[in-house]
């Protein structure tokens, strides 16, 4: 049977389906094997069909999704592009946003002691040892950079979103 769906109704469908099957999936590796006195509630070979069934419904959903956004286009700061295309890079955007944020911003003279022996004196001698850190990224670059990524990424995604309304899917589910 064939559904019309917005893209957003279709990832919601996607999230449930991906939720039964995690469920689905841990009722057939609970009810494989059992004592024969003491049968589960579910069936392992009856589950596994529904398993089947709810994984076939996700890919060719998921297959449709792909489909319209592969060709759905929106268009963002005088830029048209695919959905398929933004997604990539609101992925990178938040990439690049994670590693910004776990940089480690070293400036300035570190103080540490090291142990050394002197052959003069035959002692072991302890040494203060100073380290120069210098940091090509300051902290107020690292805070505007990543401003204006989120403001990228915000502005990217409101585009995804509206889009995501109006975009229709059509999915054939071989299954219900």
């Given amino acids: 049977m064939t559904k019309t769906l917005t893209v957003s109704q279709s990832l ?4 449930s389906l991906k939720g039964k099957l995690a469920e689905l999936t841990q009722r057939a590796t609970a009810t494989v094997s059992y004592e024969e006195k003491a049968k589960p509630a579910f069936d392992f070979k009856v589950t596994r069909v529904e398993l089947a069934g709810a994984r076939e419904q996700l890919v060719t959903l998921e297959a449709a999704v792909a489909k319209a956004n592969a060709i759905t286009t929106v268009q963002h700061d005088g830029r048209v592009m695919t959905l398929a295309e933004v997604i990539r890079r609101l992925q990178e955007f ?8 776990q940089l480690t911003l070293r400036e300035g003279t570190s103080v540490s002691y090291e142990n050394d022996y002197d052959e003069n004196t035959g002692r072991s001698i302890r040494r203060k040892v100073d380290t120069v850190f210098v940091s090509d990224l300051k902290e107020t670059e690292r805070v505007a950079e990543l401003q204006k990524l989120r403001d990228a990424f915000e502005g990217l995604n409101d585009a995804v979103e509206s889009a995501n309304h109006r975009t229709m899917v059509e999915w054939t589910d071989t299954v219900s």
């Fill in 12 to 15: 919601r469908r996607i999230k």
């Fill in 94 to 101: 938040k990439s690049e946003m994670s590693w910004l944020s």
